[in-house]
């Protein structure tokens, strides 16, 4: 095996690096202060040591069970590790934890070394009716690593990260195949000093893991240009606790119905994922990121569908729509990031409306600059404005810090959420209008009305993703009530308008009720009996992906 890195270090109540400085602009503060309204005393956190927890369930015996297949010195049921690990990163998440009240916690933290320490953790935890939560980055929006024992006695989360080698890397054929716990960056800095790049940059980049990564099917942010994670898998290795399965890293197959893609989202219900094969590419030598404004968003999307129809499509290719834009350029300051995006911004003196697009191209020489040339004119044509490098270059050198900026919203008595859906191009500006309307009605309904904003993140021939977000006062004392409602509302309104309850965030807990509509009784019924083969007892991932069964 070539190396492992340490997992980074991440905020136990919030998001990232817990050295991070403060991002909002005290002028950002002023603006949210007369739109959104902020609480008149700030919300912080609890200290780490009030977070109430259950005591242990787990037996002694049975934690020395688990001690001997890993170790002594990876298995933890201390108060701090059971909280790093009590939820991933969605906002209900951060509610509780930010109140001490996480709503219940792992009661052991098992760290295995590899594939066959896995499959005999599995084998012991199914004999044991031990819940086993898989747990990568921990970065779940959707309650995918909340720790819920279903009908078990007990529930330990199995912490990948351990298990984070290179093993095996072949050039000629531009494949890596890595141990699942492996982090994003750690596996970007390995390729890149190779030349390589897997071209996978989700918002959460900073903390994910690959298996994370490949359970969710998650979107990275270039995934237009690169594919998202299920274009990026080859191949993989899975312990089930009845069985393990093994596929290969074939270039295309076609021995039956698609296995890889069945395990692929199976968001650690079915088993873990303990190796991945992954698909690579020469680094770019060159990144391109500009600016395009647009009239308004129907012309916006009208343009991006043309270079998606015509094979014209850059990398990265987002669409704020007109909301979208008034914040930014509100929020757009003088200083670090946000005073890049504040010159950036005075490119479209005279704006009065209309939406601002990010175009990013990576490649490099002859090829990259005619890909750009044939785009930029079609987007010309579409009636876009190209306003320069400089907007593109602020969003690329700020991508990765907006969920920093959610933790500092929260201090503020401000609720922060995203939600995100697909559909098809002639269904988009409906459902546009139909969830943002549906949002708006749930905040009011709270008495809570907010700004509610939108963009286009991930462009196709036949459709685009919509990313919204709502910035809205909490309704303090009942932020989960008010988080359920607007959440029910968005997802009854995304599915009556066709479109995909999620479009990269997966499925977790918090959009398990709306698979029936998604995947229809059938295909439902049909999951269920794949993890019956797997998984016969259901100690994997409980209460994840698939809607409780109701007894009776
Ligand atoms: C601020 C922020 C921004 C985000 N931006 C994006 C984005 O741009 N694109 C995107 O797609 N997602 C995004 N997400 C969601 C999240 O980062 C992704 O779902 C990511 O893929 C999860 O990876 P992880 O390693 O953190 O997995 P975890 O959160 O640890 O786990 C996610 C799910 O996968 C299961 N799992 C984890 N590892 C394994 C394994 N080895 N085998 C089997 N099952 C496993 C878990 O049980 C859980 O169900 C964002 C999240 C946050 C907090």
């Not at 890293?249 to 039956?256: E, M």
Request: glycine share 14%; charged share 20%.
């Amino acid at each position: 095996m070539a190396e492992t890195a340490a997992a980074p270090v991440m905020r136990w109540w919030g998001w990232g690096d817990p050295a991070h400085p403060p991002l909002l602009p005290a002028h950002a503060l002023g603006f949210l202060r007369e739109t959104v309204g902020l609480a008149a005393r700030p919300r912080p956190p609890v200290a780490l040591g009030q977070v109430r927890l259950a005591t242990v369930a787990t037996s002694e015996a049975l934690l020395a069970a688990l001690r001997q297949i890993v170790g002594a010195e990876h298995v933890h049921d201390g108060h701090a590790q059971r909280v790093l690990h009590a939820a991933g990163k969605g906002y209900p998440d951060l509610v509780r934890l930010r109140a001490g009240e996480p709503e219940g916690a792992p009661d052991a933290v098992v760290y295995p070394g590899g594939h066959d320490q896995l499959r005999a953790l599995l084998e012991l935890c199914a004999r044991s009716s031990l819940a086993v939560v898989p747990f990568g980055g921990g970065t779940s929006v959707v309650g995918g690593v909340a720790p819920l024992r279903g009908q078990h006695s007990g529930v330990i989360a199995l912490d990948t990260s351990r298990m984070a080698g290179v093993l095996e890397l072949d050039g000629q054929s531009a494949t890596v195949t890595v141990q699942a716990g492996i982090r994003a960056p750690a596996l970007e800095r390995h390729l890149a000093a190779r030349g390589l790049t897997l071209g996978h940059f989700p918002q959460s980049f900073e903390y994910v893991s690959l298996g994370g990564c490949a359970a969710t099917r998650s979107a990275g942010q270039a995934s237009t240009g690169y594919g998202a994670i299920d274009k990026l898998v080859l191949g993989l290795r899975m312990a089930a606790p009845a069985s393990e399965i093994e596929l290969q890293a074939l270039p295309a197959s076609a021995a039956g119905p698609g296995l890889r893609q069945l395990l692929v989202g199976s968001e650690g219900t079915l088993g873990v994922i303990s190796e991945l094969a992954l698909r690579v590419r020469s680094a770019p030598t060159e990144r391109i990121y500009e600016g395009v404004f647009f009239e308004d968003f129907a012309a916006g999307t009208q343009a991006l569908r043309t270079l998606a129809r015509e094979h014209a499509l850059p990398e990265v290719a987002r669409l704020s729509d007109e909301a979208e834009t008034r914040m930014s350029l509100a929020l757009a300051g003088s200083g670090g990031v946000k005073g890049r995006l504040g010159r950036a911004y005075l490119h479209l003196r005279g704006y009065r409306g209309g939406c601002l697009a990010i175009l990013g191209f990576e490649g490099a020489g002859e090829e990259l600059a005619c890909r750009r040339k044939r785009a930029l004119a079609l987007v010309r044509d579409g009636g876009g404005l190209a306003v320069g490098r400089s907007p593109g270059q602020a969003w690329l050198h700020g991508r990765f810090a907006a969920p920093y900026m959610r933790d500092e919203l929260l201090t503020l008595g401000v609720m922060v959420e995203t939600l995100e859906t697909a559909t098809q191009w002639s269904r988009l500006p409906r459902l546009h209008r139909s969830v943002g309307e549906a949002i708006h009605g749930a905040l009011r309904a709270c008495g809570t009305p907010g700004l509610v904003m939108c963009h286009v993140s991930h462009v196709y021939e036949t459709g685009a993703s919509l990313y919204f977000t709502l910035i809205a006062p909490q309704r303090e004392g009942d932020e989960i009530g008010q988080w359920r409602t607007v959440k029910q509302a968005a997802g009854d309104a995304i599915v009556a308008g066709g479109g995909t309850i999620t479009h990269h965030h997966a499925v977790g807990r918090d959009h398990a009720p709306w698979m029936p509509a998604e995947v229809s009784a059938g295909g439902v019924a049909a999951l269920r009996a794949l993890k019956a083969e797997l998984d016969p007892t259901g100690i994997m991932n409980p209460g994840k992906l698939l809607p409780e069964l109701r007894s009776g």
